[in-house]
């Protein structure tokens, strides 16, 4: 009877410490599960800010060149209407000065030939 109850005890002693094992191990099991998990997210987490990060650089990039380049083609607008205007401010210019000397002298011819006449 002693064997029997000796064989009983250490046989609830002996499955007692296997369910603590197995409950030790797979706590730690979880444990682990639960920080792999947790580095994941956190990778996860740092490559979308790291992509966030590299579109807002791509977009300020690009704003600024889009920027730059309207402000050279408004340079480049200005520029060529200034040059426009000049070249037509020019050429009206010795327009009206041939136009006013032709004029002037056909006047003075005109003149001296009745001049001309007036003494004959």
Same mark, same amino acid.
């Given at each position: 009877?002693?064997?029997?109850?000796?064989?009983?005890?250490?046989?609830? $002693?002996?499955?007692?410490?296997?369910?603590?094992?197995?409950?030790?191990?797979?706590?730690?099991?979880?444990?682990?599960?639960?920080?792999?998990?947790?580095?994941?997210?956190?990778? !996860?987490?740092?490559?979308?800010? !790291?992509? !966030?990060?590299?579109?807002?650089?791509?977009? $300020?990039?690009?704003?600024?060149?889009?920027?730059?380049?309207?402000?050279?083609?408004?340079?480049?607008?200005?520029?060529?209407?200034?040059?426009?205007?000049?070249?037509?401010?020019?050429?009206?210019? !010795?327009?009206?000065?041939?136009?006013?000397? $032709?004029?002037?002298?056909?006047?003075?011819?005109?003149?001296?030939?009745?001049?001309?006449?007036?003494?004959?």
């Amino acid at each position: 009877m002693i064997i029997v109850v000796v064989v009983v005890v250490v046989v609830v $002693v002996v499955v007692v410490v296997v369910v603590v094992v197995v409950v030790v191990v797979a706590g730690a099991a979880a444990v682990v599960v639960v920080i792999v998990v947790e580095v994941i997210i956190i990778i !996860i987490i740092i490559i979308i800010i !790291i992509i !966030i990060t590299i579109i807002k650089v791509v977009v $300020v990039v690009l704003v600024i060149v889009v920027v730059v380049v309207l402000v050279v083609v408004v340079a480049v607008v200005v520029v060529v209407v200034v040059v426009v205007v000049v070249v037509v401010v020019v050429v009206v210019t !010795i327009v009206v000065v041939v136009v006013v000397d $032709v004029v002037v002298v056909v006047f003075l011819l005109l003149l001296f030939a009745t001049l001309k006449q007036v003494a004959i």
